[in-house]
């Protein structure tokens, strides 16, 4: 097989690079370790930031989500009992929109079968060769166990954190971990709450968010190791009243759980994005720990930035920007890591801390929502800085 952009991933990196190329003329081949429904149905980020749904709407792929996404001025920060809002509309004139990324995901490939785009699934033992080469090839064997091999001009690594991609990148790792994880819960029960609220409660950490009219996602800070058997519902929904309620109100409506799981907290940014003809975007090169919102926000970034770069490349032979384009990238990469590390450091109880520690946390999350300065700086990197 032979295309000009091999694109290794089918999550909203791969997916959406494969349609910004289609637009401006370019062929990609998308190849894919999961299932199609798998890829459809994964549960994960919710708020688009507002750099995001501009973008989705300038390359045809708002209708859906204007329809169905929930746009929010604002989010709340709960603690010492009450609710503080940080009202993005009134402060910075603009908002976000909680549409989940499994639903960004079905558009893509909606739009991608509609465009004759081609996407392989339940591809196995994926590598890439020969990226020092014009020439570079990834080798794969098929669904149907035969071996492939597809001859590129450009390899895009779009294929996460545990992808094979970033391994043929020689880079330096800036890696932090952090000492607690997110138990998430997805749920049958209509919100009772617009907005959503980030809760900094003595017991840990607690996150409110929506996916629609009918269910509710709620996150609970829990130990990094934590085995989720010793997290039966009723302990979840106990711990989640405890956590959410202001003046003994609790915001949290129960029904049947659809999904559960557990999620490390974790920084990490490879640098630099790119060997040879292998370029990485979204989590194959950078995580943020989700407290801040911008992973999927950060992988349409990269592939706006390296589309842009592989069409002047592989269109009029002009490799400026493609030479530029990791430290392009690294740019916002950095700048999200810094505001993902702040909020998650503002509103989690940190294991160890000491007295003088928790004072000024506290300090901290007062100043934050009483001055218009602070909440200011908190609405302009939530909504999406600007390209
Ligand atoms: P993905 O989505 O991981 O897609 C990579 C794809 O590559 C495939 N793959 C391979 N395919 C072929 N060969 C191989 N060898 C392969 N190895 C892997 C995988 O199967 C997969 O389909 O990466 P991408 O496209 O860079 O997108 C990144 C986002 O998925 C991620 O940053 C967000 O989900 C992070 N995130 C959030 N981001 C936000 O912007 N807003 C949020 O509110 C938000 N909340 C979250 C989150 C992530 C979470 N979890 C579960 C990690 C909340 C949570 C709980
Ligand atoms: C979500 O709705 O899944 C969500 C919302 C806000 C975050 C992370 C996840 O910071």
């Given at each position: 097989m032979r295309t000009q952009v091999g694109i290794i991933g089918a999550g909203p990196a791969g997916l959406l690079l494969s349609h910004l190329l289609h637009l401006n003329g370019i062929e990609s081949v998308v190849i894919e370790e999961r299932s199609e429904d798998y890829v459809r149905q994964r549960v994960r980020a919710g708020v688009l930031e507002n750099t995001t749904t501009d973008l989705l709407r300038e390359v045809g792929l708002g209708e859906r989500m204007d329809r169905e996404g929930l746009v929010h001025g604002g989010v709340s920060f709960r603690f010492d009992g009450a609710d503080h809002r940080i009202a993005f509309e009134e402060l910075i004139g603009r908002n976000v929109t909680v549409y989940g990324q499994q639903e960004v995901v079905k558009d893509l490939i909606d739009a991608r079968n509609r465009d004759g785009g081609r996407l392989l699934f339940e591809v196995s033992g994926t590598a890439v060769h020969d990226?020092?080469?014009?020439r570079p090839r990834i080798t794969f064997t098929d669904s149907a166990g035969q071996p492939q091999e597809l001859v590129c001009d450009v390899v895009a690594?779009?294929?996460?954190?545990?992808?094979?991609?970033?391994?043929s990148v020689p880079h330096e790792a800036y890696d932090h971990t952090y000492p607690f994880a997110w138990l998430g819960v997805l749920a049958k029960a209509a919100p009772t709450r617009e907005e959503i609220a980030y809760t900094h409660h003595e017991r840990g950490f607690a996150l409110y968010s929506m996916r629609s009219p009918e269910i509710t996602r709620l996150y609970l800070q829990v130990?990094?190791?934590?085995?989720?058997?010793?997290?039966?519902d009723d302990r979840i929904w106990a711990e989640l009243h405890t956590r959410m309620a202001v003046a003994g109100e609790s915001p949290v409506l129960e029904g049947p759980v659809l999904d559960k799981g557990i999620t490390a907290m974790r920084s990490f940014v490879a640098t630099p994005m790119r060997h040879g003809r292998l370029f990485l975007a979204g989590d194959a090169a950078h995580i943020v720990p989700p407290t801040g919102a911008k992973g999927m926000n950060l992988a349409v970034a990269d592939v706006r930035l390296l589309s842009m770069a592989l069409t002047e490349l592989l269109r009029?032979?002009?490799s400026r920007l493609i030479e530029s384009y990791s430290d392009t990238a690294l740019r916002r990469v950095w700048r999200a890591e810094a505001f993902s590390w702040t909020m998650t450091s503002m509103l989690h109880v940190m294991p160890g801390a000491d007295a003088f520690q928790r004072q000024v946390q506290l300090a901290q999350l007062r100043y934050t929502v009483s001055s218009t300065a602070a909440m200011t700086s908190i609405a302009e990197n939530y909504v999406g800085l600007p390209w």
């Open positions: 990226i020092d080469t014009d690594g779009c294929d996460g954190f545990h992808g094979v991609s970033r391994k130990a990094p190791d934590e085995d989720i058997a010793n997290w039966p009029r032979n002009d």
